[in-house]
C-alpha cells in the first residue's frame, strides 16, 4: 500500500473536522491541529521521497488508483495519485513551507474570532495544492486548481467585512476564472485528440500531435497558467490579493498556488515541445511580465505590494526558464522562490504585527534593524537571495533561469532577462533599505514577533541561505539530476559565453542593483525624497502598474457594469417587469370597472334578466 | 265549439306578465316567490294548451315535471328565505345585498 493517498488526505481530512467542529477547539488549539497534520504530511512526503530515492532513476514513478471518478462512455477519469520526482519536490515545497506558515500564523492569526475557519481554509488549501501536483490526469489537475482558486478566494476575503478585501477576492476568483476556462476548454481538446486525459498516455502520444494541434492546447493550458500565476495580461488580481491575512499570502500568493501555473507547463512540457512555437510565447509572457512587474515594484510604497509585484516578477522568470526549457531550473527556481518568498511575506507581516495599525506603508518604516533585529536579518537575507547575490539560494536558481537563455542561443532574450534580474536587485534593494535601514520614519515601538514566529522566520531564512545546494550546477545539480525521469536530461550548450561568464556577468548584474538602491536610498549623498517628489508623475505610473487596472476598469468593467445595469434597471425593471405588471394592471383597471355591476340587489339582477330575455325574444320575432 | 286557443294563451301571457312584473317591483321576498310561482304556472298552462291543440301528451308530461320541480324549488326557496330572516330580521331583498363588490 502506497502512502501517497495520505499526503492530500491528512489536510483535508484537518479542513473537515475544523469547519464541522473547530469553533469547539480552545486557544489556539485548531491551528497546532491544522499545522501538525501539514508537517505530517510533510514527513510521508519525505518518506515517499526516501522510497523512490531508493529505486533505479527510471523506476521512479507509481500511480496509485484510488477509485474511479468518472466513467461515461469511453470517457473515463480515476482518482490517481502520481508519485515522481517532480510530484514529490512539489508535494515536498508545499507540505514543508506550508507547515511552517501555518505554525506562524498560529500567533500571527491569535486574537482574530474566526481562527479555527482560518486554519479550515487553509488545510483545505493545502488540500487541494497537493491534488493538484499529485494528480494523474488532467481532470483531477483541474479539481485541484479550481479548488485552489476556490480557497484563495475565501483567504484573501477572509475579513470580508473590510469592503477592499471582499472586492480584491471576487476580483481574484474572477480573472483567473478566465484563465481557468481556456484551461478546461484545453482539456476537453486533449481529450477530443488523444482519447485519455492521463498523464502517461496525453504525453506519450505528444509527439504525434500535429503542430496547429498541440499549439492550440499547449497556448490554452498555458492561458490557465497566466491566470493562476498572474502574468500578463491577466495580473490585475494579485496585487489586490494583498487585502488577505498576511499568512495566505505568503503561502498562496507567493509560495504555492501562483507557481501552479509553472508546475503545468513543466508537467506538459510534451505537449509544449511538439509545438513550434508555444514555448516561445511562454518565455515572452513571462519575460515581459518579469520586466514590468519589477519596474512597478520599483514604484510601490506598501511593502505587500511590494512583494506582489516581486512574486509577479519571479514568476515570470520560471515561465521564462521553462520557454527556455530549462524546466529543471525553474522547478529550481519555483521551489528556492517559494523558500525566500515566504520569508519575505512572513517578514511584512512581522513589521506589521509590530507596527501601529498594521503599518505597510515603507514611507513610514526606515531603521527597523534596530527594534526588530531578526525580521530585519531574515529580510534581508531572503532579499539578497531574490536578487541573486551568492551563495545564497536565489543566486543558483536566478542565475540559470537567466543564463539557460544564452545556452539555448538566444541573446536577445538572456539580455532581457538580465534587465529583469537588475530590477529584482533593484527593488529588493529598495524595499530592504527603506524598510529596515536609513532614518527612523515610524511610530509607536516596533519589536520582534513572539517566538513561534521568530523561529519559522529564521527556518524560512536559513533554507533561502542554504536551498541553493539543491542545484549547484544547471546541468547536474541534485534537483534536475532527480529530476531527469520527468523532463529529461539538460540539453548541452548550444551557443554563447560558458557558463561560468554568464554567472559572472549575472552576479555583477545583481551587486550594481543592489549598489543602485543603497546609494539612493542609504548612502546619505542623495536626497531621494526630493526625487520622489520630482518624478512624482513616473512614481505614480509605476505605483499604478503603468495603469493596467485602470485601463480594465475603463475598457472591460466599467462597459460591463454599464451593460448590466441597463439590462437590470431598463430591459428588466422597465421592459420586463413593466410589461408583465402592465397586463396585470389592465385586466385591474378593467376589474374595477366591471364589478360596479355586481350591485347584489336581486331585483335589479332579474330585470337585467327579463330585458335579456325579451331582448331574445325580439331578436327571435324579427328574424323569422 | 272549442274554446280558441288564442284565449288560453293570451290569459298565460296575462298571467306571466303579473308575475314578472311582481317579482321586479316587489321588495317582500315571499311576494316576489309567490310572483315566480305565477310564472311558473303560466308556463304550465301554456304547455297544457300546446298539448291539446297538437293532440299529444308531450306538454302534459312536461308541466308534471314543472310542477315537481317547483315543489322542490319552493322548499329550497323558502328554506333560504327562513334562514335570512333569522340572520337578518327582515325579508327584504334590498337589504339582502351582501354579495356585492
Known amino acids: 500500500m502506497r502512502l501517497t493517498f495520505l499526503i492530500p488526505f491528512l489536510p483535508l481530512a484537518g479542513a473537515a473536522f475544523l469547519l464541522l467542529a473547530g469553533r469547539r477547539l480552545r486557544g489556539s488549539a485548531a491551528g497546532w491541529l491544522a499545522a501538525s497534520l501539514v508537517g505530517l504530511g510533510f514527513v ?288 529550481f527556481l519555483l521551489v528556492t522562490h517559494a523558500f525566500f518568498k515566504a520569508c519575505l511575506f512572513l517578514g511584512a507581516g512581522s513589521v506589521m504585527h509590530g507596527l501601529p495599525d498594521d503599518e505597510t506603508d515603507l514611507m513610514k518604516m526606515g531603521g527597523l534593524a534596530r527594534p526588530m533585529p531578526v525580521t530585519a536579518l531574515t529580510w534581508a537575507v531572503s532579499a539578497a537571495a531574490m536578487a541573486g547575490i551568492p551563495p545564497l539560494s536565489g543566486f543558483f536558481s536566478k542565475d540559470q533561469v537567466i543564463s539557460s537563455a544564452s545556452l539555448a542561443g538566444r541573446p536577445g532574450f538572456w539580455v532581457a532577462a538580465l534587465a529583469g534580474a537588475f530590477l529584482t536587485a533593484v527593488y529588493m534593494g529598495r524595499g530592504t533599505f527603506l524598510a529596515f535601514f536609513g532614518r527612523p520614519r515610524y511610530d509607536g515601538h516596533p519589536h520582534d514577533p513572539p517566538a513561534p514566529m521568530r523561529i519559522v522566520l529564521l527556518a524560512l531564512g536559513a533554507l533561502a541561505v542554504i536551498g541553493g545546494i539543491l542545484g549547484l550546477s544547471a546541468s547536474n545539480g541534485l534537483l534536475v539530476r532527480f529530476l531527469r525521469r520527468v523532463i529529461g536530461a539538460v540539453g548541452e550548450r548550444v551557443a554563447g559565453p560558458s557558463e561560468a561568464v ?107 334578466f327579463a330585458a335579456g330575455a325579451v331582448g331574445i325574444l325580439i331578436f327571435v320575432a324579427v328574424r323569422s | 265549439m272549442r274554446t280558441p286557443i288564442s284565449f288560453f294563451l293570451l290569459l298565460s301571457g296575462m298571467l306571466f306578465t303579473v308575475g314578472t312584473v311582481g317579482v321586479l317591483i316587489r321588495k317582500n321576498a315571499l311576494i316576489i316567490f309567490m310572483s315566480i310561482e305565477l310564472q311558473l304556472n303560466a308556463v304550465n298552462l301554456a304547455l297544457v294548451t300546446f298539448s291539446r291543440q297538437n293532440g299529444n301528451l308531450t306538454g302534459q308530461v312536461l308541466t308534471f315535471f314543472s310542477m315537481v320541480v317547483a315543489a322542490a324549488e319552493v322548499v329550497v326557496g323558502l328554506a333560504i328565505i327562513v334562514s335570512l330572516y333569522r340572520k337578518r330580521r327582515s325579508i327584504d331583498v334590498d337589504d339582502a345585498r351582501m354579495l356585492r363588490w
Not at chain 1, 516 to 537: K, M, N, T
Open chain 1, 44 to 331: 510521508v512526503s519525505l518518506v515517499i521521497l526516501g522510497r523512490l530515492l531508493g529505486q533505479p532513476a527510471n523506476h521512479r514513478l507509481y500511480v496509485a488508483h484510488l477509485f474511479d471518478w468518472v466513467q461515461v462512455g469511453s470517457f473515463r477519469v480515476g482518482v490517481d495519485l502520481r508519485d515522481d520526482p517532480l510530484a514529490i519536490v512539489m508535494a515536498l515545497t508545499v507540505t514543508g513551507v506550508g507547515a511552517l506558515i501555518h505554525v506562524y500564523a498560529i500567533a500571527y492569526m491569535r486574537d482574530d474570532p474566526r481562527f479555527s475557519r482560518f486554519f479550515a481554509y487553509m488545510n483545505l488549501f493545502v488540500f487541494f495544492m497537493l491534488m493538484l501536483v499529485l494528480a494523474n490526469n488532467f481532470l483531477l489537475l483541474y479539481l485541484g486548481w479550481e479548488g485552489v482558486g476556490l480557497c484563495s478566494y475565501l483567504l484573501i476575503g477572509f475579513w470580508f467585512d473590510r469592503p477592499a478585501a471582499a472586492n480584491a477576492a471576487k476580483k481574484a476568483f474572477i480573472t483567473t476564472r478566465i484563465g481557468d476556462s481556456a484551461f478546461l476548454i484545453g482539456i476537453v481538446f486533449i481529450w477530443l485528440r488523444v482519447g485519455s486525459l492521463d498523464f502517461g498516455r496525453v504525453f506519450g502520444a505528444a509527439h504525434g500531435l500535429p503542430n496547429g494541434t498541440a499549439t492550440v492546447i499547449a497556448l490554452l493550458l498555458f492561458a490557465g497558467a497566466i491566470g493562476k500565476s498572474a502574468q500578463i495580461p491577466l495580473h490585475v488580481w494579485l496585487p489586490d490579493a494583498m487585502e488577505g491575512p498576511t499568512p495566505v499570502s505568503a503561502l498562496i500568493h507567493a509560495a504555492t498556488m501562483v507557481t501552479a501555473g509553472v508546475y503545468l507547463v513543466v508537467r506538459a512540457h510534451p505537449i509544449f515541445e511538439a509545438s513550434s512555437s508555444a514555448l516561445t510565447v511562454v518565455a515572452v509572457v513571462g519575460i515581459v511580465t518579469a520586466i514590468y512587474a519589477g519596474l512597478s515594484a520599483i514604484g510601490q510604497d506598501d511593502i505587500k505590494r511590494m512583494l506582489a509585484y516581486s512574486t509577479m516578477s519571479q514568476l515570470g522568470f520560471m515561465f521564462f526558464g521553462a520557454g527556455m526549457r530549462a524546466y529543471g531550473a525553474a522547478i
Open chain 1, 502 to 608: 554568464l554567472t559572472l556577468i549575472s552576479v555583477v548584474v545583481a551587486l550594481l542593483g543592489v549598489g543602485l538602491a543603497a546609494f539612493v536610498y542609504v548612502s546619505g549623498r542623495f536626497d531621494w525624497q526630493a526625487l520622489r517628489a520630482r518624478f512624482a508623475r513616473a512614481r505614480q505610473t509605476l505605483s499604478h502598474g503603468f495603469y493596467v487596472n485602470d485601463v480594465y476598469g475603463g475598457a472591460i468593467v466599467a462597459p460591463a457594469k454599464a451593460g448590466s445595469a441597463f439590462l437590470a434597471y431598463v430591459v428588466d425593471d422597465r421592459l420586463i417587469d413593466g410589461s408583465v405588471n402592465g397586463i396585470g394592471g389592465a385586466f385591474r383597471q378593467l376589474a374595477r370597472a366591471g364589478r360596479l355591476a355586481q350591485s347584489g340587489l336581486v331585483r335589479r339582477y332579474a330585470l337585467a
